[in-house]
């Protein structure tokens, strides 16, 4: 299965970052925000400006041939990336639901026990666990047997490294080796389907929320929370020499 990789086409600003490409795709202008210029450096600046051209330009249809060709190539890669995300989620979801149900008939107990998985980048291990040598042998190969498993839980590594890197407020460049071992896949999926419950207990009981409600950006689709939750996961940068 080919993954899509997180490079996507330069154009005038940089248009890697969904909440930038959103910006471009409701066409609108931002109010200018007051800025003090003794804490502004120039690349700043000149980084602000190159970027409000670029805007103005798509605003008033000033944009070239070629201008026009990459903005639509980076913004199909930003769609296709984030469709690529939302499969991968309900890919590791169901995929973990399914070997669990199997799990649950051939080894009943296990389920009882202490464990999470993760992919550590080539393979899927478990973690945080109190199982014997042989339980443990049995469950990593069941997850490994997977191999849409396995790969949706690879690229979701890389989908959180990119989105680290895009919201990144010092330019820190994140990779996928930063976060594998990060995503603990059972304990993400059991909170997604909390809130799932939650979701549809709110609809259903009409449950007026208060501003700034976490709950309001809970989703009934377990996978969706998942993806939400996976995109929340602390990163630590490790140096690269």
Do not use: C
Not at 92 to 111: G, H
Not at 171 to 178: A, F, G, I, R, W
């Amino acid at each position: 299965m080919k993954l899509i990789t997180s490079t996507s086409t330069s154009i005038h600003a940089s248009m890697n970052s969904p909440s930038q490409a959103e910006k471009i795709n409701s066409m609108e202008v931002s109010s200018a925000k007051k800025q003090h210029a003794t804490t502004i450096s120039n690349d700043t600046i000149a980084a602000s400006s190159q970027q409000n051209t670029t805007t103005i330009k798509i605003v008033t249809n000033q944009l070239s041939a070629d201008e026009t060709v990459a903005l639509r190539k980076s913004l199909k890669w930003l769609s296709d990336f984030a469709k690529k995300k939302e499969s991968s989620a309900n890919d590791m979801v169901s995929e973990t639901q399914r070997i669990l149900a199997e799990v649950a008939k051939e080894q009943p107990n296990l389920l009882n026990k202490k464990f999470d998985f993760t992919n550590t980048g080539d393979e899927i291990d478990i973690i945080d666990h109190d199982l014997t040598k042989r339980e443990y042998n049995y469950l990593k190969a069941k997850f490994n047997a997977s191999d849409k498993l396995v790969e949706a839980t690879d690229f979701l590594n890389t989908a959180v490294a990119d989105s680290k890197s895009s919201t990144s407020k010092n330019n820190t460049k994140y990779t996928k080796e930063d976060v594998v071992g990060r995503i603990h896949v059972r304990e993400v999926i059991e909170q997604a389907e909390k809130r799932s419950a939650e979701r549809v207990r709110i609809i259903e009981e009409n449950i007026i929320m208060k501003p700034y409600d976490e709950r309001a950006m809970f989703r009934k689709e377990v996978h969706l929370n998942a993806l939400d939750i996976v995109e929340n996961t602390s990163v630590r940068f490790s140096a690269k020499v």
